[in-house]
């Protein structure tokens, strides 16, 4: 499964703004310029988690945005959907019907849902039941017990040391 370099960035932007942790907003030039992100895209990714209701946006000289949830109430799932949307990963054509091979099968013989996509279903359901079982605190947690410092490396970064 394959997702847009977007979830990487909405992941970061909303692990960042936890660990700022005054609730204060944070423009979208400032999120993308602590990791020399294009702030143009990145407030797309920003724009989509507002509207699924991860962030807020806050209007104004001194507006930007902020979490909307605690990282326990935010799943890897739910970051994948806002960014990504929830269509499903894989398509069938149906190529088992056509040339052919499609031809020779006799009426009736397509009545049982294709086994490639039944396959391919599993694993969907599988990774999103994974994304689901993650919050973005056991994210955070992680990454803290990689690098007990990251939390006071953003708020420098972010010029809040």
């Not at 979830?7 to 005054?22: F, I, K, M, P």
């Not at 359901?125 to 490396?153: C, F, I, M, N, T």
Request: aromatic share 6%; proline share 5%; glycine share 12%.
């Amino acid at each position: 499964m394959r997702t847009g370099k977007g979830v990487e960035w909405a992941v970061h932007t909303l692990l960042n703004l936890a660990w700022l942790g005054d609730g204060e907003p944070v423009p979208a030039a400032r999120l993308a310029a602590v990791h020399d992100l294009s702030a143009s895209y990145l407030n797309k990714q920003l724009q989509q988690l507002v509207k699924a209701g991860l962030l807020e946006s806050v209007p104004g000289a001194r507006g930007g945005f902020r979490l909307v949830r605690p990282l326990e109430a935010v799943s890897m799932l739910d970051v994948v959907l806002a960014v990504e949307g929830d269509d499903p990963l894989f398509r069938c054509a149906e190529i088992r019907r056509c040339g052919t091979i499609g031809e020779r099968v006799p009426a009736g013989g397509f009545s049982r849902p294709c086994a490639v996509n039944t396959a391919m279903g599993r694993a969907e359901l599988a990774w999103r039941k994974a994304l689901a079982a993650q919050s973005l605190a056991d994210v955070r947690a992680e990454a803290e017990a990689h690098a007990p410092a990251v939390g006071s490396y953003v708020r420098g970064g972010f010029g809040r040391d």
